[in-house]
């Protein structure tokens, strides 16, 4: 099931309002302006701030569980993000506890350095309960700590799944030990370009402790040229003029032993990432390959698929989503899949008209995941974060229960061009825009120009916290002479 989103009551241990010499107060509005935030990111579903303001002192602070919360004391996750949130809030001092992100954001100093947070009354909740962000870990490798930082940076967001695009065709760089050759002889580095399954169990042990599910991504029967490395037997060889080309293309789906070879990898993911949910890819097969083995061929005639291979694909993704049932996995899949496939949930991701695709699949009774408007690695004016805000994942004709089988959307960033050095401002505050669209209320959401200071204000709060943002504009002053 997916993770709540839980929160707690926070309670201000120090519990007196401030009562400074007025005209000490009056004077410090005259001289400095008076003191405040811009808002918080994602805006919550309803934020009422006034200008009375309490004086928060880190030694006497703490939050505390409410007599009303589903959550009770000992929560780790709450309890772990109440020690993480101190040093954010209060970043010159290194004890105490404190919770979670919207109030972070209320909390300001003054000019002598003294920590206030504005009376505030806040009710908020997710719009969509699925809010995430893909990584592409095979074309170029990223090393666990920037996989940690991008889940820090995540939860700043309140994205809340990890969707880890492990392997692919450039590399399999995650550590087997049922097959120890797809990684020995398929990642780009056998030692340092690995993810052990220590490595892994760290990943998902961070990011459930920041509210975040980590989704893996075996994707098949396509994009596995480095599968075929470690793997004898696996792949289709190509045929031309008759003869084997020796170049191979996607996973064999006419042998027994594709199917054995999945089982048992499968039966160790499934045991290796907890969550109910795995994506089983799906997506861009080149059929040129199967079309020229004539076993492969033949093995259509045997059931009765002539030359259509559709039915072909449709066949071996049947059995692969049979494998991951019988370990009790939901299967997810790109939308290629439902175009002849009816028990998954189906990830959008072409361009065109997406909403359509979103329409056809929701009409069907599927669960709906949209990725189309959040590539961010596409070509195209992709520095505007405005162009990622104005998306309305409900904007198609359907019914109230249609629409429901929207749960969420992702943004995606595809590796070809991205690694260490550049993931985070490639990323943020990009990425941001769509976390508001995920979690906020689209009506009170659908101003770019009253989102951009609150934006503005927010990269500089992720800069703050050492995610490297880039920029939303650059402004240019003029003066009269």
């Known amino acids: 099931m997916p993770v709540r989103d839980m929160s707690v009551m926070c309670a201000v241990c120090s519990g007196r309002r401030a009562r400074p010499n007025l005209n000490l107060l009056l004077l410090l509005i ?16 309803a934020i009422t701030s006034s200008t009375e303001r309490y004086p928060l002192t880190p030694q006497a602070f703490c939050f505390s569980y409410g007599r009303r919360s589903a959550a009770r004391p000992g929560c780790s996750v709450l ?5 993480r949130y101190f040093s954010l809030i209060f970043p010159d001092y290194t004890y105490g506890s404190t919770g979670l992100e919207t109030f972070s954001q209320l909390v300001y100093q003054d000019d002598f350095g003294s ?3 504005n009376k505030t009354k806040i009710e908020d909740f997710p719009r969509f309960q699925f809010r995430g962000i893909l990584l592409d870990t095979s074309r170029h490798y990223l090393p666990v700590k920037t996989i940690l930082k991008s889940l820090d940076a995540m939860a700043y967001n309140k994205f809340n799944v990890f969707h880890w695009h492990i392997v ?20 780009f580095h056998p030692m340092t370009h690995i993810y052990t399954q220590s490595d892994v169990r760290r990943v998902i042990s961070y990011a459930r402790l920041r509210g975040i599910r980590v989704l893996p991504e075996f994707d098949s029967p396509g994009h596995t040229k480095s599968w075929g490395k470690g ?12 003869i084997p080309s020796g170049t191979f293309g996607p996973v064999n789906p006419a042998l027994p032993s594709t199917y054995q070879f999945m089982e048992r990898l499968f039966k160790e993911v499934s045991a290796v990432f907890p969550d109910s949910y795995i994506h089983l890819g799906g997506d861009e097969v080149d059929l040129s390959c199967w079309r020229s083995n004539p076993y492969v061929r033949a093995f259509m005639q045997k059931m009765g698929f002539g030359v259509d291979f559709a039915k072909l694909e449709a066949f071996y993704m049947e059995k692969v989503v049979n494998i991951t049932s019988f ?8 939308q290629d899949v439902f175009d002849y496939h009816e ?6 991701w072409k361009e065109g008209c997406y909403l359509c695709e979103v329409r056809r699949v929701a009409k069907a ?9 959040w590539y961010l690695d596409q070509p195209g004016p992709t520095h505007n974060w405005a162009r990622y805000y104005t998306v309305w994942p409900l904007a198609f004709k359907g019914t109230e229960e249609q629409k429901s089988l929207v749960i969420g959307g992702e943004v995606c960033m595809w590796g070809e061009y991205v690694d260490a050095t550049n993931l985070a401002p490639r990323l943020w505050p990009r990425a941001s825009a769509a976390a508001e669209r995920l979690w906020s209320n689209e009506k009170q959401t659908s101003s770019v120009d009253k989102a951009f200071p609150r934006l503005q204000d927010f990269r500089c709060i992720l800069l703050r916290r050492g995610i490297q943002a880039e920029p939303l504009y650059a402004y240019s002053i003029t003066t009269n002479m």
């Open 168 to 187: 692919d065709d450039p590399s399999f760089p995650y550590q087997s030990h049922t097959f120890p050759d797809l990684s020995s002889k398929g990642a």
């Open 343 to 348: 028990r998954v949930m189906v990830e959008v």
């Open 115 to 117: 920590y206030f947070v």
């Open 79 to 83: 309890d772990a993000a109440s020690e």
């Open 231 to 242: 793997q004898s037997d696996l792949l289709t060889p190509c045929y031309k003029g008759g």
């Open 327 to 334: 370990f009790n996995k939901t299967s997810i899949v790109w």
């Open 30 to 45: 005259l001289l400095l302006g008076p003191h405040t935030v811009e808002g918080v990111w994602p805006l919550p579903q």
């Open 365 to 373: 009774g599927l669960r709906v995941i949209l990725a189309s408007p």
